[in-house]
């Protein structure tokens, strides 16, 4: 008998019949032989409800007390869930992000897990328990109660499923997995049967909501297999493991997008050592995200520098920029608003050289200007013009042959 | 430099608003150079809401369960109130239960304290900070979440002050202290100055609200100092310590009511040994509450009892007493609803003998039959029809010169 550990999302949990439907799937598992650890988040927007209230209070909580304030959310959804699967007639017991032996570091409001004293949990389950865990907590070695921050119930439930040698992690959300594009937007958007953990942790990044890249990147480093599913059908969901693709076909396993972005040039920096440094130290002291970056000699002595941020991120870094412009030594800058970046994710273009050079020919046939790119191994993005977005996607979407369910 | 405990009930922090009202005072007593603990209870009606959404799931969820959804009430407090009073420029620390190291029994739902671990609040303490703990909750030796039951957060902050040594513990409510009779109802009804353990102990039996008994009696055995006074206004409340009346001139110092009782008499019971023990056992554990019992004989082989009840226990007493007619042996029951039960509360009456004969006499002069009567030491109770509760309460509150400021 193995163990499974799934994860409910605010949206599965949301309503007293969603935590009722959570629990019916609960004791499924079960009937199917499984050991059951289950992890969840606050039921639906009452995170955002208990933020509010602080708010009210202060523009600026102590991080302390925050989580003190939000580690609630979770609680209530763990006794309610167990409630709901005692009703079913299946024993269970929730556990608190403390009581589960999550310990983490003491950085209040996004803690790192650094161990998982699992002893309790294993006692449980070995009493024929399902055991119910409060995502996104956990607790220090000095019995503060912390939170793990964006993604937590994610990684909470990837870390049990790694510390208990799960032998899977389903991630329940309120999208049937992992999409080739987001469907919103494209029509030919096609869910996947399965994709590896570097191009999930690419996809992630670049803004497919699904998963949080911190808990991709704990399940590769564990190894933990996960699946991304609906909670509401008992459809099969995306499976995300090791070395998916490698004996596949698809050089591209999906196209990413998101808008608002915005690309700041600050040109005729003095060409030398610790211009880059200097200048991006700057940004990131001031909290200012920058993404891409491009940097270009204009002459032996100068040197011009482009990044992209976001939208929202615009007033703060020009502010910044126009604070510092005698110690960064620059002649001016401008910014081009309007922006939006599309990537292009597989790990098959590793040993497919051609790929970047086939994504920008498709843009050009389709007349998208591409304003900046950056590229990884599993990954090229491209800035375009926000009107460009959706018809980049599109064309980029048919001309890889995403649409194509042969191409899994 | 003394320690003071506060404790803010559901209503005195039922809002933002009233929480920032609440940080205000704390941030006083801080100001008056007080060390400051403050115990919460959950905002407003949010236990209901809590035990209402419990509801939904089961009728008879796990107790264990509820207290772990319950004590999530007391944890938004503390946190924002934590907020609030860190905004005011004070420092102050947020603790649950378990991490203010209140250990109680495993009694999931109406827990006992059996230790305070107070070392982490001294250490708070001497840094400087305002300590604010969660009422009504604890930790058993298995770290398991329990609440304390009705009046959980009184006895939070009566423990603490006894466990801390406080000087006094303020128990902040929406009234402005404890009153010599209910004013809703008697207007010449008065806040008294102070009042004894014991006599705060009849009236908090009785059904005077302002303060659960179970909190009582702990000030009692650990000899804590209580005041009872408004969290809205400066007005100096209530106090309630030992031997308060010894020295004063006041026989009866309040009188408290409660309407809703029902009388039954089961009639020509056998008279044995165990006739009594056998019929109140049965009625215990059908969990049907007893007040007053009087015992006849009636012949020297038959005896009537009666006892009071509240109206809603009377289909159960009847059902269940009907149900062993054949075990108890008796002959017949009667019964008689909407009745009322009026009480006299006073340490006086111990050295005064003719309290309750004057009683009985000012009752009959104002034409109200008394049903049932039962005595304590320092409490005269007489079960009369509904109809003359109020009256009976207003003409003892003025024969007992209650209303005369003068008397106290």
């Known amino acids: 008998m193995g163990i499974i550990v799934q994860k409910y999302g605010g949206t599965s949990v949301g309503s007293i019949e969603k935590i009722k439907n959570a629990a019916n799937r609960v004791v499924q598992a079960v009937e199917n032989g499984n050991k059951v650890v289950v992890v969840v988040s606050a039921m639906g927007k009452s995170t955002d409800t208990l933020v509010n209230m602080a708010n009210e209070i202060s523009n600026k909580p102590a991080k302390r007390e925050l989580d003190m304030l939000l580690t609630t959310g979770e609680q209530i959804t763990i006794s309610l869930l167990t409630m709901a699967i005692g009703e ?183 060409n030398q050592i610790g211009t880059l440094s200097g200048l991006f130290s700057l940004l990131s002291k001031n909290s200012i995200n920058v993404d891409i970056i491009i940097q270009n000699e204009t002459g032996s002595k100068t040197v011009d520098i482009s990044f992209s941020t976001s939208r929202s991120s615009l007033e703060d870094a020009l502010a910044v920029l126009k604070a510092h412009k005698e110690t960064l030594g620059y002649e001016a800058i401008r910014h081009e608003g309007d922006l939006a970046k599309v990537s292009i994710i597989g790990s098959g273009m590793i040993s497919n050289p051609g790929v970047a050079a086939k994504m920008f020919a498709i843009l050009a046939e389709n007349d998208v200007t591409i304003k900046m790119v950056s590229t990884s191994e599993i990954k090229v993005s491209a800035l375009v013009d926000e009107e460009n977005m959706v018809p980049a996607v599109e064309a980029l979407h048919r001309a890889f042959q995403l649409d194509d369910e042969e191409n899994e």
């Open 88 to 270: 079913l007639g299946v024993e269970a017991v929730s556990l608190t992000g403390w009581q589960a032996g999550i310990i983490t570091e003491a950085d209040h409001g996004n803690a790192r897990i650094k161990d998982i004293q699992k002893e309790k949990i294993v006692t449980y389950l070995n009493e024929g328990k399902v055991v119910i865990v409060a995502g996104f907590q956990g607790i220090t070695e000095m019995g503060e109660i912390t939170t793990l921050g964006r993604g937590g119930s994610d990684t909470t439930a990837v870390a049990l499923a790694a510390a208990l040698s799960a032998k899977k992690c389903f991630i329940y959300t309120d999208v049937p997995g992992v999409f080739t594009t987001d469907p919103r937007y494209v029509n030919g958007a096609r869910k996947l049967h399965s994709i590896s953990y570097d191009e999930m942790l690419e996809m992630a990044n670049l803004g497919a909501g699904v998963l949080h890249p911190r808990a991709v990147e704990f399940a590769k480093n564990y190894n933990v297999t996960l699946e991304v599913a609906s909670s509401m059908t008992e459809e099969t969901g995306t499976l995300i493991e090791e070395d998916v693709s490698m004996e596949q076909n698809l050089i591209v396993r999906g196209i990413a997008f998101e808008n608002d972005v915005t690309k700041i040039t600050v040109s005729q920096l003095p």
